[in-house]
């Protein structure tokens, strides 16, 4: 299988590839192959890929309107559109759930975003599972929580998703016949914060809790706090 990772000069693919590359006829691209906020270029690099993982955006939380149009909204259309019938795993984020209060956080709640970032993501997964109705492809949405190589000191010890356990998460939603599925990336945490709960085969086997390293976060989720005008 012929597989597109777009973002992959960034933090998330860095640790996704080592899984992928051996497995499938893995492919990057990043800003500097082009931008996949214009059309014209998403349906260049996308053309002949088997699968396409969506990891290209702005992450940031704090980022304004202005900053997300391009990389979450326009790119988003871009890359689905290009796509056509391919498979499409696109990377969400827990920020869609940011504002729920409930634990664990389920994925079939109502999005509930806390920033404009996660707003973006909600409006993703939403044009994603429009695009599958329409195309009939499989279109996996993963709610990516801190995907950090070691949990980090000041994290949500709940919403820390290892390296082994993101490989294993876009490995299932890869080889999935499921059409069309939204689903919490995080590791087995002792910290039940996020639900994993999946029909993809995702089985999680780290846990941030008995990490070796010290600077281990015991944190727990707290929402996005406004800081500016967006
Ligand atoms: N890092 C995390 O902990 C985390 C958590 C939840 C979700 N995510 C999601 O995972 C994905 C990857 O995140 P990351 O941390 O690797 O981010 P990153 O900023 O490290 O990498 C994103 C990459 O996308 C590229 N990019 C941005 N806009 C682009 C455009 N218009 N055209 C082409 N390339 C573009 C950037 O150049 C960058 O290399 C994002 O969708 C992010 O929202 C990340």
Redesign the pocket.
């Known amino acids: 299988m012929k597989v597109l990772i777009?973002?992959?000069?960034?933090?998330?693919?860095?640790q996704l590839l080592p899984g992928l590359v051996g497995r499938y006829d893995v492919r990057g691209?990043?800003?500097v192959?082009?931008?996949?906020?214009d059309a014209h270029t998403a349906a260049k690099l996308v053309d002949g890929a088997d699968a396409v993982v969506?990891?290209?955006?702005?992450?940031e939380p704090d980022a304004s309107w202005a900053d997300l149009i391009?990389?979450?909204i326009r790119?988003v259309t871009n890359v689905l559109a290009a796509a056509g019938r391919a498979k499409v795993v696109l990377?969400?984020?827990?920020?869609v759930m940011g504002l729920h209060r409930g634990r664990p956080v389920e994925p079939h709640w109502p999005p509930a975003p806390c920033c404009a970032?996660g707003a973006t993501?909600a409006f993703a997964e939403a044009a994603a599972r429009a695009h599958s109705h329409r195309h009939g492809n499989s279109v996996i949405c993963l709610?990516?929580?801190?995907?950090?190589p070691t949990p980090q000191a000041g994290q949500s010890a709940g919403a820390w998703?290892a390296p082994a356990d993101l490989q294993q998460l876009v490995v299932c939603a890869l080889e999935t016949p499921v059409r069309f599925g939204i689903y919490h990336?995080v590791s087995a945490n002792s910290a039940r914060e996020w639900s994993t709960t999946n029909d993809i085969g995702y089985r999680p086997v780290c846990d941030a809790a008995t990490h070796p390293d010290p600077s281990s976060s015991a944190g727990v989720w707290e929402p996005c706090q406004p800081e500016r005008e967006l």
Do not use: M, W
Not at 33 to 37: H, T
Not at 54 to 59: D, I, Q, R
Not at 91 to 95: F, V
């Open positions: 777009t973002g992959g000069s960034g933090q998330v693919a860095g691209c990043d800003l192959d082009g931008d996949l906020s969506h990891l290209a955006a702005v992450p391009g990389p979450n790119a990377a969400s984020s827990i920020h970032y993501k709610r990516l929580g801190a995907t950090t998703l990336g």
